[in-house]
T-cell receptor, first 116, second 111 residues
Framework: GAGVSQSPRYKVAKRGQDVALRCDPISGHVSLFWYQQALGQGPEFLTYFQNEAQLDKSGLPSDRFFAERPEGSVSTLKIQRTQQEDSAVYLC??????????????FGDGTRLSIL | DAKTTQPPSMDCAEGRAANLPCNHSTISGNEYVYWYRQIHSQGPQYIIHGLKNNETNEMASLIITEDRKSSTLILPHATLRDTAVYYCIVSHNTNAGKSTFGDGTTLTVKP
């Protein structure tokens, strides 16, 4: 079956531009997560949705980062006024049940964002 | 979540078993141990998880010590395609599944 799909695969933007990254989770998955992964490091949690509700956004590094999942399926991570330190791979993951479970997460291959 | 400690790198000969250790000495009673791996330019891939009993699936085995303070992921017959970064994560099942990955172990399988 189809896995988690992220687009675009690569994104290059100039400093100060706004970008939008898309995540299509596995159909029917309740939970959706965004992570940021810097080069040579492990993924770091950004935010979590259960259906359309954003239950945890404690990992978002600044108010320039905004995520939404309006219909409880597709999610978009938006970064406003991008800065060079935003350059990273942005990973999306989904899991089949709500947050309070031990279900594993299924990851997409990420969007590699480069800010010039 | 409890913190995990993994060696930064390991080598393994092709066809031999790869044993990847993880220390999680501050794990609490209702925290699970998860293992993921990440091959270059791909997203992390779930391998296995467990609470207190040893677990086995088609990919690997997970051995958790009786005191649950450490665990070992075993790839029984490593192949070149198993070269990847392996992450051991301890996750509380009431934290919405938020996972703290750390830097993992880079496993290199050599011919």
């Amino acid at each position: 079956g189809a896995g988690v799909s992220q687009s675009p695969r690569y994104k290059v933007a100039k400093r100060g531009q706004d970008v939008a990254l898309r995540c299509d989770p596995i159909s029917g998955h309740v939970s959706l997560f965004w992570y940021q992964q810097a080069l040579g490091q492990g993924p770091e949690f950004l935010t979590y949705f259960q259906n359309e509700a954003q239950l945890d956004k404690s990992g978002l590094p600044s108010d320039r980062f905004f995520a939404e999942r309006p219909e409880g399926s597709v999610s978009t991570l938006k970064i406003q006024r991008t800065q060079q330190e935003d350059s990273a791979v942005y990973l999306c993951a989904s899991s089949s049940r709500g947050g309070y479970s031990n279900q594993p997460q299924h990851f997409g291959d990420g969007t590699r964002l480069s800010i010039l | 979540d409890a913190k995990t400690t993994q060696p930064p790198s390991m080598d393994c000969a092709e066809g031999r078993a790869a044993n990847l250790p993880c220390n999680h000495s501050t794990i609490s009673g209702n925290e699970y141990v998860y293992w993921y791996r990440q091959i270059h330019s791909q997203g992390p891939q779930y391998i296995i998880h467990g609470l207190k009993n040893n677990e086995t699936n088609e990919m690997a085995s997970l051995i958790i010590t009786e005191d649950r303070k450490s665990s070992t992921l075993i790839l029984p017959h490593a192949t070149l395609r198993d070269t990847a970064v392996y992450y051991c994560i301890v996750s509380h099942n009431t934290n919405a599944g938020k996972s703290t990955f750390g830097d993992g172990t880079t496993l290199t399988v050599k011919p």
